[in-house]
């Protein structure tokens, strides 16, 4: 039996079998070898393997997704048998004799690049797929095992770190609790595992090469611990706890279908915050009033182009349908940061948070923003939309945005496709907005409060940074009147206010936020009847303390 402790970022309990994700951990080196047409034949070998591989997952994403997200395996398996690809790596290991990994690193590095440098889009967006196909035969050739993740048994993750897009792939059915070495509590990953309701430890100084696959672990959200190989005397202990928790979880269902009231009569809106289409579910079965936040960029994460104007719309619609007539917020593209996507090129900045990101991309690569926008104001009709848009600083964005949904408005029109206009809010999360929120208000049909971003910005605590988590306090005073500010201006100019960061969801200052008048809190679905208990057990008309 092996304990380790970490920081929680969610509170939950669960028991099962290990897998360990060893990605990333092959570095490759440069080595000479006498003959060539062995290595030759490796990459040969390595090949049909990634074949096979790509045709599994091209099977999956058909019947998971269509044949529109699946023909990505398909151009893979094309590439993997494209002449000069494989010509350039024959040669290099012939004239160089040099071994297949290397070759294939090297050849990958420069098609890559001469793809990104191209000016055809498509063209541009297969930079990518030749890294993604380069690397899958490299893993091949090291005799690494694709983590196939859709076939595994229900397993808690055990990895060095995960990166958003790698935790959007994973089959949430199957994972029981994540444990990395690295991460931030504030992370996006960390977030999704909230939202997914699975324990999740983070900063577990664990030694990956000392764990195997297959064996047991309890890993305790509460206790901030995870423990490999448990005792028997463990094993009763973490089961005692999971029906506790499974108790306390049926009591709180007895909340679905009441009122979110204090007791004094006071009404407060709870929505949650989702990444996917498949979260809906998750909202519906916590009773969430709406969705607060949907973070649409995930959407574009986890895949090699572009999500075209139709599977957006496709899957607006649905989460419209499926919420049938509640509110859907959806975010339009927050991309950047910690948030990568290989196909967007956005390159490497010293700075990424205080970057190139979110609004700052839409307003300058417009084609995107439009797509996206075509998209949201098609689905509107379908249900009870408002769009949101991240990161805005000044007045004159929300002037540009207007004059972009304009534009797109103008361009249905003519095409004579059917749209609408929904609400638009904006989020305020950088302390420029808050201090501007009086004139933003009179511009935009509500607000939301990003906390995790406004934290970052008003704290200058980089919220991926683990070594800062112990100076990142959202209940920071400089916070926490920020939060009034905004909540007093919005008022005043007659909208409506609320909180989409991950402090709404943070049970001791339920009491504050119904105090100052936040109409609404969107909280990770697992946070709402617990949210709802406590706002009808609070009485706001007695004075506070
Ligand atoms: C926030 O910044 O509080 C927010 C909700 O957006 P994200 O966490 O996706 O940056
Ligand atoms: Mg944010």
Redesign the pocket.
């Known amino acids: 039996m092996t304990q380790y402790s970490g920081k929680s970022v969610y509170k939950g309990i669960s028991m099962g079998k290990v897998l360990v994700l060893k990605k990333g951990e092959y570095q490759v080196k440069r080595s000479k070898v006498e003959n060539a047409e062995e290595e030759i034949g490796r990459v040969k070998q390595a090949g049909e393997q990634a074949q096979k591989q790509l045709q599994v997952l091209y099977d999956k994403a058909l019947k998971e997704v269509g044949e529109a997200s699946a023909a990505i395996f398909e151009v893979h398996q094309m590439m993997l048998e494209d002449d000069d690809y494989l010509d350039a790596i024959h040669n290099m290991i012939r004239t160089e004799m040099v071994n297949a990994e290397y070759a294939v690193a090297v050849t990958g590095d420069n098609f890559s690049e001469m793809f990104a440098n191209m000016d055809d889009d498509y063209m541009k967006a297969r930079s990518a797929d030749v890294k993604d196909i380069s690397e899958r035969l490299i893993r091949n050739l090291s005799g690494q095992a694709d983590a196939d993740l859709s076939a595994m048994p229900p397993s808690i993750i055990v990895a060095d770190d995960l990166s958003p897009s790698e935790t959007v792939q994973m089959d949430k059915e199957k994972i029981l609790g994540f444990v990395t070495v690295h991460g931030s509590t504030n992370s ?1 990953t960390a ?1 999704l595992a909230r939202m997914m309701n699975i324990p999740a430890l983070i900063g577990v100084p664990m030694d990956l090469s000392k764990i195997n696959n297959g064996i047991d672990a309890v890993v305790d959200g509460f206790a901030g611990t995870v423990i490999f190989e448990p005792s028997d005397e463990v094993r009763g202990q973490t089961e005692t706890k999971i029906q506790d928790e499974k108790e306390k979880a049926k009591l709180l269902q007895t909340l679905k279908g009441k009122e979110n009231v204090t007791l004094d009569g006071q009404k407060i809106n709870l929505y949650a ?1 989702i990444g996917s289409v498949g979260d809906v579910g998750y909202v519906l079965e916590n009773d969430a009033g709406g969705i607060g ?1 949907f ?1 649409s960029e995930f959407l574009y994460l986890g895949r090699n182009d572009f999500p075209t104007e139709e599977e957006q719309f496709q899957a607006y619609k649905q989460v419209l349908q499926t919420m049938a007539g509640k509110k859907v917020i959806i975010r339009t593209l ?1 991309i950047g940061a910690d948030k990568q996507v290989d196909y967007f090129n956005l390159g490497k900045e010293d700075n990424p948070a205080m970057g190139y990101r979110a609004i700052r991309i839409c307003l300058t690569q417009t084609e995107i923003f439009k797509t996206q926008l075509r998209a949201l104001l098609r689905s509107a009709a379908f249900g009870n939309l408002s769009i949101m848009y ?1 990161m805005i600083t000044s007045a004159e964005e929300v002037t540009r945005i207007q004059k972009i949904v304009e534009q797109v408005q103008q361009e249905l029109e003519e095409q004579g496709v059917p749209y609408q206009i929904p609400e638009q809010g904006i ?1 305020i ?1 950088t302390p420029a907005a808050v201090m501007i929120s009086d004139e933003l208000a009179e511009m935009v049909d509500f607000f939301s409060i ?5 934290t970052q910005y008003t704290l200058a605590i980089d919220r991926q940074n683990e070594k800062l988590d112990e100076f990142y306090n959202p209940h920071h005073q400089a916070i926490l009147r920020m939060i009034q500010m905004v909540v007093d201006h919005a008022h005043k100019h007659g909208i409506w206010v609320g909180i ?3 402090l709404g969801a943070d049970l001791a200052l339920t009491e504050t936020f119904v105090r100052m008048g936040v109409d609404e809190l969107s909280v990770a679905p697992s946070m709402v009847l617990k949210i709802r208990k406590a706002v009808r057990e609070l009485d706001v008309s007695k004075k506070n303390g």
């Open positions: 996006h977030i915050n936040l973070r927050d991240p989020m999360e990003g906390t995790n971003d406004l989409c960061g991950e």
